[in-house]
Each structure stands twice: as C-alpha cells, then as structure tokens.
C-alpha cells in the first residue's frame, strides 16, 4: 500500500490522486471490499461542517492583502526600525501578525515577502539571506492560529480543532521571538540593513493604522477562546469582518479584487480538497488493515520509551520531508502514526504540533523547499543562495519542536486553562 503509493508520488502523480489510486490498487487485490467504498469514505472526508473552516481562512488571508498587509508592515517596521536587523525583524513580526488571521504559510510569504522583500534588497541585506529568513517567517502563518495545516489535522485525525489552536500559541510565539532573534543578531554581527528610529508621531500614526487588521484575529480567536463560536463560525465571521475592512474602511477592495480572492481561494481549497477526501478513503484502508499495529510493533521492537518512538517518527517526517510537501506528509502520516503515539500515551495536540512544526521545515528542505522557491522569486534570487543561511533559520524550529516533545506542558497549558481538553 504504502509502497505503490510512494511510487506514484515519485513518478510525480498529483496528491490527492496517487491516494486514491493506490487505495483502489489495495481494494482490487484484495478482493474483500468494494471499490465504491472509496467514494462513499471520500464524500464522508469532506461532508463535515468543521470542514468549511479551511477555505474560509483561505479567504480571509487573500482579503487581508488589500490593505491590512501593508499598515502591518508599517507599525512593524516603526516600532523595530531603531534595532539592529530592525527591518529583518519587522518582517518576521508582521508575518506572525498576518498568520493570525490567513492560516497559510504560502500565503503568508506571498502576501508580507513581497512587501519586506525589495526593501530588504535596498538596504543591503543579502539576497540568500532574505529567501531564508522569509521562508522560515512564512512558516509562521501555520504556527499561528488560525492554522490550515492543524485544521487538516484535527480532521483527520478526529483532535479538537481549538485544542489545536490554542496548543499552537506558546510554540508559535517562541518560534517567532527566536527567528526575529537569530535575525538581528546576524544583522548586527555582519552589519546588515539600516536603522532608522521612527518619530513618535509615525509611531502613533502607524499604531492606529494598523489597529483594525491587529483587532480582526482578536476578534476571530477570541470568539473560538470564548466557546461563543466554533472554528468555522470564527472563519466566517473573519471573512466578514476582512470584507468590511478591505472595502469600507480601507476601500482597496473592488468586486475585480473580490473576485480574483475567490478564485484562488477555489483553486486553493478544491486542490486540498481533492487530497482530504482521498485521504479519508486512504486512511480507512490503513485502519482496516490494522497498519498501525504493524507499525507499533516495529517501533516498540526498537524501544519501548515514548519519547525514544516520538523522535523516530519525527525523523522519519523529516526524511519524508525531503521528497514531499506538508499536505501530503500530514494526510499520510497521520493515519498511520497516530494510533500509535496515542498508545504511548503521547497527547495527539502535541503530536499535531510537533508534526506541523516539522512540515515547516520540510516546505525549506531542498529538493523540493517550496517555501524557499517562492520566497526567492519575491526578491529575483536563485533558490540555491539560501543554502549558506537556512540552517540557522531552521534551528529555531528544530529547538521548539525539542521543546515541546521534552516539555509537552508548554503546548498543553493553554488548552488545559481553556478548557479545550
């Protein structure tokens, strides 16, 4: 199963089919099932209603690029301008605030890496630096809740979506203070960029301006913190409160605009669609087939320590990592990796996190590195000038993913005191 799977990703089958096509190959050979048994699995992957929390995030992180992006890089910059590295700085911290409203790492470097990204060209820093840097501040925009990536998770996992989000804030502001950091210390050991210390009146100017996109995940989260809303309700309120800002307030937002958001958030969600409900009719197969037993009993048979088999399973991600991109890395592993961390008595929020924490690594690992390929169009550079500065980028997610599994209270503390679990 696993086998014809990873032949057909090898031989660059899209996602969501090759699970659909092994998982047919699987049925066919064995005789036992039906083959309409993967629609039936597919329709009831996708048929939920916690579901339409994806693409309503979706939407509301394209909504946010007409306006919001650029009053968030202003109060950034304004604030940490004065710092050694403050630009580099700013960049990371107006990706953290973006990713607490998108939930997409993609979207994330798209719509603050064009922004921050020429400006960080004039002032000098290197072109690899700047891929790096903005490649590992994306990945803040799914280490952040909302969280697109932890949604796919908890679904098909069955983890509490809150849970997940709440699990997420600690980690995420860890990673965000280390990647700022590792930023303006490089900055100031190799004499990058420009300071520039903001009068009081752009200060307060650009603290105002930027208090409406600040308040929109306040607004979002607080209600799922709350229990008033659940995570699709707080989607689509964000949506409505993102409309209201893009148009009304800000009045950047034409129906051309509108329209062009819907599009990519159509082309967007129905890609990752098409992977979840494959994935459903896949990971019932792996169920059924009682893989997680097998591979229990393999892991178990290299140590009996929980911490020891949580390791290897973060290692082997990390190799996979190398060859595959977060969504496929979570819709595969999740079935079969799962069941047994749960057996171990390993929380499935830790596990989330962790496991999200190293999708974020794989999207900067070459060969495939999407995050890094997109980051270096932003500034005109080749994917391969990040090599020298990725590493150092990546250690502040290697450090909180040590974290976390050593210290799980650290993601569990605020579900725990929220009531999530």
Same mark, same amino acid.
Do not use: C
């Given at each position: 199963?696993?086998?014809?799977?990873? &032949? @057909?990703?090898?031989?660059?089958?899209?996602?969501?089919?090759?699970? %659909?096509?092994?998982t047919l190959l699987v049925i066919l050979q064995q005789?036992?099932?039906?083959?309409?048994?993967?629609?039936?699995?597919?329709?009831?992957?996708?048929?939920?209603?916690?579901?339409?929390?994806?693409?309503?995030f979706v939407l509301v992180g394209y909504l946010m690029e007409h306006g919001s992006t650029h009053r968030l890089m202003r109060f950034a910059n304004a604030v940490l301008g004065r710092l050694p590295g403050g630009m580099a700085a700013a960049e990371v911290s107006a990706s953290a605030m973006f990713g607490a409203v998108s939930g997409s790492g993609i979207a994330a470097i798209a719509a603050i890496g064009s922004v921050f990204g020429p400006e960080l060209v004039r002032q000098r820093y290197p072109k690899g630096f700047i891929v790096s840097l903005i490649a590992a501040a994306g990945g803040l925009g799914v280490l952040?809740?909302?969280?697109?990536?932890?949604?796919?998770? &908890? @679904?098909?996992?069955n983890v509490s979506i809150g849970g997940l989000f709440f %699990?997420?804030?600690?980690?995420?502001?860890?990673?965000?203070?280390?990647?700022?950091?590792?930023?303006?210390?490089l900055?100031?050991?190799y004499g990058f960029g420009e300071r520039r210390k903001a009068p009081a009146g752009e200060l307060w100017s650009s603290f105002v301006s930027a208090i409406p996109p600040l308040m929109l995940p306040v607004v979002v989260m607080g209600g799922i913190f709350s229990g008033l809303f659940t995570a699709t309700e707080s989607a689509a309120l964000g949506v409505l409160l993102a409309m209201v800002l893009a148009s009304v307030v800000y009045g950047e937002l034409t129906w051309a605009r509108f329209y062009d958001a819907l599009v990519k958030t159509a082309l967007m969600s129905g890609a990752i669609l098409i992977v979840l409900a494959m994935s459903a009719s896949f990971a019932w197969l792996v169920t059924v087939s009682q893989f997680?037993?097998?591979?229990?009993?393999w892991l178990k048979g290299i140590s009996?320590?929980?911490?020891?088999?949580?390791?290897?399973?973060?290692?082997i991600i990390l190799v996979l990592g190398i060859v595959l991109e977060a969504l496929p890395i979570i819709v595969i592993t999740t079935p079969v990796f799962l069941p047994v961390v749960s057996a171990m008595g390993i929380d499935p929020i830790v596990y989330g996190i962790v496991l999200t924490l190293n999708c974020v690594i794989a999207g900067m690992s070459p060969p495939v590195a999407v995050s890094i390929y997109v980051s270096a169009r932003l500034v005109n550079a080749k994917?391969?000038?990040?090599?020298?500065?990725?590493?150092?980028?990546i250690m502040p997610l290697v450090l909180v993913g040590i974290v976390c599994m050593m210290v799980p209270d650290i993601v569990l503390y605020l579900p725990r005191v929220l009531g999530s679990i």
């Open positions: 199963m696993t086998g014809s799977l990873l &032949g @057909l990703l090898f031989f660059a089958v899209p996602v969501g089919f090759a699970l %659909g096509i092994a005789g036992v099932f039906p083959a309409e048994v993967i629609v039936q699995r597919a329709i009831s992957g996708v048929g939920s209603f916690p579901m339409l929390a994806l693409p309503l952040i809740p909302p969280s697109v990536p932890l949604i796919i998770y &908890g @679904l098909i996992g %699990g997420t804030i600690i980690p995420g502001l860890l990673v965000t203070f280390l990647i700022a950091a590792f930023a303006m210390g900055s100031w050991h997680p037993e097998l591979v229990a009993t009996d320590s929980a911490i020891v088999v949580f390791i290897i399973i973060q290692v994917p391969s000038e990040a090599n020298k500065w990725l590493l150092i980028f």
